[in-house]
């Protein structure tokens, strides 16, 4: 079974307006950390927020805010007032405490941002 | 700030070549990964190094040989390259492993077989 998945596969936005990126997961691991990485055009995969599976509140990292529903299984990636360099591939992915899940994260196949100016 | 250098960006192979791509990170981390990008995927783990002097296999190891040379360097070897291998890599850090430790990546290497 997938353990991330991330039904669209390209959205539309606005510049200046917000936007939720989907994900939702798949663990029997009590403990976990889910992280949102942005892959720009020029390729490299950068880190933009984490959040820990028994963090009470949902993490925020300036614009990106991740709305965390555990019972759901859901983390998804809340982008405000969009510009136009917020144009990428986003990916949702997770890591487990134990087992193999702990050396290994795993990704979702992404969602492609398109901010329209 | 260097992070995680891995070298080289883009290489295209013949069939059956060898080769190797190199990587290296300056920020302390203990444990180091290689992975690989096929379109419309996310990234798949190939080999990781929990530790200096560790390596285990990923997900999709076949094909693949890895060395921690020590604790900056981990080098990911393909000994007979197939087209099945033409991916993007991407090796990446993190302090250690478990699922608090965020793992960061270099830029990315993009392999052509032909």
């Known amino acids: 079974a997938q353990k991330i998945t991330q039904t669209q596969p390209g959205m539309f936005v606005q510049e200046k307006e917000a936007v939720t990126l989907d994900c939702t997961y798949d663990t029997s691991d009590p403990s976990y950390g889910l992280f949102w990485y942005k892959q720009p055009s020029s390729g490299e995969m950068i880190f933009l927020i984490y959040?820990?599976?028994?963090?009470?509140q949902n993490a925020t990292e300036g614009r990106y805010s991740l709305n965390f529903q555990k019972a759901r299984k859901s983390a998804n990636l809340v982008i405000s007032a969009s510009q136009l360099g917020d144009s990428a591939m986003y990916f949702c992915?997770?890591?487990?405490?134990?087992?193999?899940?702990?050396?290994?994260?795993?990704f979702g196949t992404g969602t492609r941002l398109t901010v329209i100016p | 700030n260097a992070g995680v250098t891995q070298t080289p960006k883009f290489q295209v192979l013949k069939t059956g070549q060898s080769m190797t791509l190199q990587c290296a990170q300056d920020?302390?981390?203990?444990?180091m990964y290689w992975y690989r990008q096929d379109p419309g995927m996310g990234l798949r783990l190939i080999y990781y190094s929990a530790s200096e002097g560790t390596t285990d296999k990923g997900e999709v190891p076949n094909g693949y040989n890895v060395s921690r040379l020590n604790k900056r360097e981990f080098s990911l070897r393909l000994e007979s390259a197939a087209p099945s291998q033409t991916s993007v890599y991407f090796c990446?850090?993190?302090?250690?492993?478990?699922?608090?430790?965020?793992?960061?990546f270099g830029e990315g290497s993009w392999l052509t077989v032909v």
């Open positions: 959040q820990g599976s028994y963090d009470q």
């Open positions: 920020m302390n981390h203990n444990s």
């Open positions: 990446a850090s993190s302090a250690r492993t478990g699922r608090e430790n965020t793992i960061y």
């Open positions: 992915a997770m890591r487990e405490a134990g087992g193999t899940g702990a050396n290994n994260l795993f």
